[in-house]
């Protein structure tokens, strides 16, 4: 995209729109380091009235729990905030990580801020953010701040909002004058990524969830505050809010790793179609819909986008359940005929099961189901595995649960994936066990890993869902009600079809270090199941209810 074109979409705009943005208003959210599962498992009310469009009467909310970061740098925070604030990808901005913020091409891609600025006269916009790198963006904005923590950038929001906020220089020869209304409002908040870098970015961190909420918390009072503005129910508000990437433990910013490719990207508005986004939505997405929002249109040069969604379905979970084994002192499933047999020791039970009695895996006699017809999911069948895991030891090796492939332990460059999925309870070996989704074709190889849990003797619900033309997805529910997951963007993936499907073994039948534990109530569907659905299933598990209970 050359100059020349950018300058010709702008006077289109220019000319058709020659009055003020009046009623047209926005906030866009940029919260560094917030994983999708710490929202859904946290008590954040207010993110959630975005996600659903009920922070305000008449409005409707479009989402996604898996938003990705740009494809092409890595998941730091530099290239995500520009491609945020300019709705195209690193490879036209050319800000590919940490550091080249001052550096990006912003004269052939401007923020969209500064694309407002030329096409609606008399737009009042403000930058408020926390991480100083930021202000080597030059968003154009009427008002810029200096660097401020997160309550700081909150209280000026607010003073912004209800007409408060003093006349004030700001950086980059901006200022505000007292009493002017504003319009655009973009605004981004550290502390989520703070208290991962210190403490885990995890469900399980009690300082990461907490922050979460505090995070919550700050923008209900930025939501309030626009409520209470006078005129409010005449204007015409947008509220996005996007994450640039997570993390896993303390860190981020593996390229393509499934933990900092699990974001949130929420937009509510008056007009916008309701539902959860299809296809390949990303967090730099938030600057298409706040443009489209006052012009009309999505600038040509954008990689951004307006993304389809669908509308939430209330299905049964029977719906699709194609293979439900109780293990009720017998291996035989309670739905469907997919038949198992134990080709070596006989089969072991445990009278303390998560739903009656367990299944009990010693390493040596694993349940072959070889074949079936219903689990050749080939190259479009999308399905769902999940059941509950226990165990009081570190898993040996990687530990295959349950799956149709191969265990591997990489691929090297030239080397051709093991196609199949495979359930592995342990692809790390530190103090805990770590659960991992390793699936592949021909072509491609995925490990999703990174939801660690303990030997502790407790039950832990693991599960797998897939989705051909979208994501593959791992999630792990925690004794205590914590329920963690991360995707991996798949999009037109291939033949899943290989060997024999096996419990307590890889496809093969023959992996040194199986799993070793106790197993219930495996679940298989046909068809890639909702996260709602994952938690109603869990939550059932958690109660002592089985599935089809």
């Not at 593959?472 to 999009?491: M, N």
Request: net charge negative; proline share 6%; aromatic share 10%.
């Amino acid at each position: 995209m050359n100059k020349i074109i950018s300058f010709a979409f702008l006077v289109v705009l220019s000319a058709s729109l020659s009055l003020h943005a009046n009623d047209k208003k926005a906030v866009l959210f940029m919260i560094d380091g917030l994983r999708s599962d710490a929202v859904f498992t946290n008590p954040t009310p207010n993110i959630d009235s975005i996600k659903d469009g009920t922070w305000a009467d008449g409005y409707k909310g479009a989402y996604s729990l898996r938003s990705c970061p740009i494809p092409d740098a890595i998941p730091n925070s530099a290239p995500n905030h520009v491609a945020i604030l300019t709705g195209v990808t690193a490879n036209k901005n050319g800000c590919y990580n940490n550091g080249e913020t001052a550096g990006a091409n912003y004269q052939d891609y401007p923020p969209i801020s500064a694309i407002l600025k030329r096409t609606i006269p008399g737009l009042k916009s403000a930058w408020i953010y926390h991480w100083a790198e930021d202000q080597g963006i030059p968003t154009e904005a009427t008002y810029i701040a200096p660097p401020q923590s997160d309550q700081q950038i909150v209280d000026t929001a607010v003073a912004l909002l209800n007409g408060s906020f003093p006349s004030q220089k700001g950086i980059q020869n901006s200022a505000w004058s007292q009493g002017d209304d504003i319009d655009l409002l973009m605004i981004y908040l550290d502390d989520c990524d703070n208290a991962g870098h210190t403490h885990r970015f995890s469900t399980t961190s009690p300082e990461y969830m907490a922050t979460v909420r505090l995070v919550d918390r700050q923008i209900g009072e930025i939501l309030t505050a626009i409520r209470n503005r006078p005129d409010f129910i005449n204007e015409e508000w947008m509220i996005t809010l996007s994450a640039d990437h997570g993390g896993i433990d303390h860190e981020h910013g593996v390229w393509n790793a499934p933990d900092s490719y699990t974001t949130p990207l929420y937009v509510s508005s008056k007009d916008i179609d309701a539902g959860e986004m299809r296809g390949d939505p990303r967090n730099f997405d938030a600057a298409a819909y706040i443009v489209k929002h006052y012009t009309g249109t999505v600038p040509e040069h954008f990689d951004a986008k307006i993304n389809e969604v669908s509308s939430s379905e209330t299905r049964s979970l029977s719906d699709g359940l194609i293979a439900y084994f109780p293990f009720e002192g017998n291996i035989d499933p309670e739905i469907g005929n997919i038949n198992g047999a134990s080709p070596s020791d006989k089969p072991l039970y445990s009278e303390a099961g998560r739903v009656g009695q367990a299944l009990t895996l010693t390493g040596t006699n694993p349940i072959c189901f070889g074949k079936p017809k219903s689990l050749q999911f080939g190259t479009t069948g999308d399905f769902t595995i999940a059941l509950w895991i226990r165990t009081d030891m570190i898993q040996n090796g990687r530990a295959p649960i349950f799956g149709n492939k191969m265990e591997k332990k990489g691929i090297k460059l030239g080397e051709n994936p093991e196609p199949g999925v495979l359930l592995e309870g342990n692809i790390i070996t530190y103090e805990n066990n770590n659960l991992n989704f390793s699936l592949g074709d021909s072509i491609h190889h995925h490990n999703i890993n990174c939801l660690v849990y303990k030997p502790d003797g407790l039950w832990y619900l693991a599960a797998i869902t897939f989705d051909h033309d979208g994501d593959a997805c791992l999630y792990l529910g925690y004794p205590d009600g914590t329920l963690a997951f991360v995707a991996q963007r798949l999009c037109h993936f291939g033949n899943l079809n290989n060997l024999e499907w096996h419990l307590g073994q890889d496809g093969t039948g023959s992996a040194e270090d199986p799993f070793v534990g106790d197993v219930d109530e495996l679940m298989i569907w046909n068809r890639s199941l909702t996260v709602d659905e994952i938690n109603l299933l869990y939550q059932k598990g958690l109660n002592g209810k089985a599935v089809i209970k």
